[in-house]
């Protein structure tokens, strides 16, 4: 016999639906995100322009040193551009493989292929979305400057050591950066190979040259053209990009064991970590730079994972938002989405009909650009800035920029993390001070009405401590250590109105303090616990030891009176006792 749905349960799965399907509406696309597309379409149909010309450089230049090839940076430019245009949370965002990206698909490439590429690009994508839903995004304003600039330092460095070989035109394999970049230089130095350092040269003087008097200008791209047509005018024997796809290729599901999927979960993790981080960071950097938009993290979030999944389908590889193009889109007057969709129609058009012309391009030329692009990733008076601001400022820019270049960056942000969190948390704990405080300033003077005998009586064995700051496990032993010494007293009066933290290790040396001093037959009494504090010190008993003594005031003049009676009344804890 089949019993009836309990109305509980159909009422809370009701209610779990009605949550998640709440969720997903406050993620998707919003009819205001494309009417907003008709408000100014020629300033977004040239900011677009302008940002596909920018990053048609860019897209080849990172799709190369993903290990993938140029023609799976444009596919990420394409695809990851257009959907994450589509279904993230900014109006001005543009997206597509960035150089951090492919610091971390660089050995996943090289041990795994184009399906671990796949593979980690699905499963990070997965992993986004899941973020989306459970709000992640509002929490990665909280990652401190610190971390952000030594992390970016790094991947600078990262970037341009990347670059060594195809620069100075010698190939050397390998998976770690630096000791790629160190056999390139001695290969070269061996048998130099003029014609590709000079190319190089040249493209990063001449960007970084123009950057400064004309920011406007498209120099990535007009250098490139022209270290191409000197190449074929004076046919120097440069390496070039070689053959493009023609087409946007069809999409395939990998091919991959179990075992290899658990494998690159921890890459997959790394990814979408980072992904997450440069994606959100882009977008507040943008809102900085608009007057009036405001991004969504979360649906940037979920915007990146619809993106994330996508792209290695198509053959491209995992994405982020760039922030380099976002400027660039922003400066160029971008008012909508339209404009980073008309970017990514750029480049297809470029993929459609220059195939050819692109494959010429020489790796030189590339790897210039990509020089350029991580020395201007370095902002020298905001790292100038931390490096002087303090010495904790400074040891987590160190801790997190060799983390980033000798480790792995998911790592190198959790240890820019915690290195950052360990240093405020000990700066916190200095805060934390225990201050003994004159008598005569807590009493209430009209009410004194002591003797000259009474009142010496109370200076020699009556003292008061006020707390200021944070009574934490940072701190707790520190500021305590001097209750504990205390001599010849009969009272001690704690005041902690100005509390401003107490946790279980704070409670608890606390607790062990008062009951240290109460073996000595030192009365503590206590004033102006904040009640949100209450709870903390009941846990562990001795704030209903204190309570039950009568021994907890409101307010320190009240417990300065009892003190006075405790010290001139040898029966003053007698049953009967007025207290």
Do not use: C
Not at 21 to 26: Q, T
Not at 168 to 182: F, K, M
Not at 364 to 381: C, F, K, P, Q, Y
Request: hydrophobic content about 55%.
């Amino acid at each position: 016999m089949s019993q009836e749905p309990d109305a509980a349960h159909l009422s809370g799965g009701r209610s779990v639906l009605g949550h998640a399907l709440k969720r997903v509406r406050s993620l998707a696309p919003r009819r205001a995100d494309y009417a907003q597309m008709r408000v100014a379409p020629r300033k977004d149909l040239m900011a677009g322009i302008t940002v596909g010309v920018v990053a048609l450089p860019l897209a080849l230049g990172f799709g190369i040193s993903s290990g993938l090839g140029a023609g799976a940076g444009l596919i990420t430019a394409i695809i990851a551009g257009t959907l994450a245009a589509l279904f993230g949370g900014s109006n001005v965002q543009v997206s597509g493989p960035t150089g951090a990206m492919t610091v971390v698909l660089v050995p996943i490439v090289a041990v795994y292929g184009t399906n671990g590429v796949l593979v980690v690009g699905l499963m990070a994508g997965v992993l986004l979305i899941g973020m989306a839903f459970a709000g992640v995004g509002r929490y990665v304003r909280f990652i401190p400057l610190p971390v952000i600039e030594g992390f970016t330092l790094g991947i600078a460095v990262i970037i341009g050591l990347q670059q060594v070989p195809a620069a100075l035109g010698v190939t050397v394999e390998g998976q770690h950066v630096a000791g790629v970049a160190a056999g390139a230089v001695a290969d070269w130095a061996a048998s130099p190979d003029w014609p590709a350092a000079t190319v190089t040269f040249v493209v990063v003087a001449l960007i970084l040259g123009v950057v400064r008097l004309r920011p406007a200008v498209p120099i990535a791209l007009i250098a490139v053209i022209a270290a191409t047509a000197a190449t074929a005018l004076f046919d120097l024997p440069l390496a070039a990009i070689g053959a493009l796809p023609s087409h946007i290729p069809a999409p395939a599901l990998p091919d991959f064991a179990w075992t290899d999927i658990r494998t690159l979960a921890v890459p997959a993790l790394a990814v979408a970590a980072l992904a997450a981080l440069e994606s959100l960071l882009s977008a507040t950097v943008a809102d900085a730079m608009s007057v009036s938009d405001r991004h969504d993290p979360d649906r940037e979030l979920f915007g990146q994972g619809i993106a994330n999944i996508a792209s290695p389908l198509f053959g491209g590889i995992p994405a982020t938002a760039a922030i380099a193009r976002t400027a660039v889109n922003v400066r160029s007057g971008a008012a909508s989405r339209l404009a980073a969709l008309v970017h990514a129609l750029v480049l297809l058009v470029i993929v459609l009909a220059l195939a050819d012309a692109v494959g010429k391009i020489p790796l030189a030329a590339l790897a210039g650009v990509l020089i350029a692009t991580a020395i201007r990733m370095v902002e020298v008076s905001s790292v100038r800035v931390l490096l002087r601001s303090s010495r904790s400022d400074t040891a987590v820019v160190v801790v997190t920029f060799v983390a980033t270049v000798a480790l792995d960056l998911a790592t190198a942000v959790i240890l820019g993390i915690v290195a950052a969190g360990a240093l405020a948390l000990r700066q916190m704990a200095k805060t934390a001070t225990l201050q003994e405080v004159p008598l005569e300033t807590l009493s209430n003077p009209a009410a004194d009405h002591h003797s000259d005998e009474e009142r010496a009586l109370l200076d020699a064995h009556v003292v008061a401590y006020r707390f200021e700051g944070p009574l934490f496990f940072g701190g707790a032993h520190m500021a305590l250590l001097e209750l504990t010494e205390v001599s010849d007293i009969r009272v001690v009066i704690l005041r902690l109105s100005h509390v401003t933290t107490l946790d279980a290790t704070g409670a608890a040396v606390l607790a062990d303090t008062i009951r240290s001093l109460e073996r000595r037959d030192v009365a503590v009494l206590m004033s102006g616990l904040p009640a949100r504090f209450i709870a903390a010190l009941a846990a562990n008993g001795a704030y209903a030891e204190l309570a039950e003594r009568g021994h907890v005031f409101d307010h320190t003049p009240e417990a300065i009176a009892h003190a006075r009676r405790h010290v001139t009344r040898d029966q003053h804890h007698a049953p009967n006792s007025a207290s």
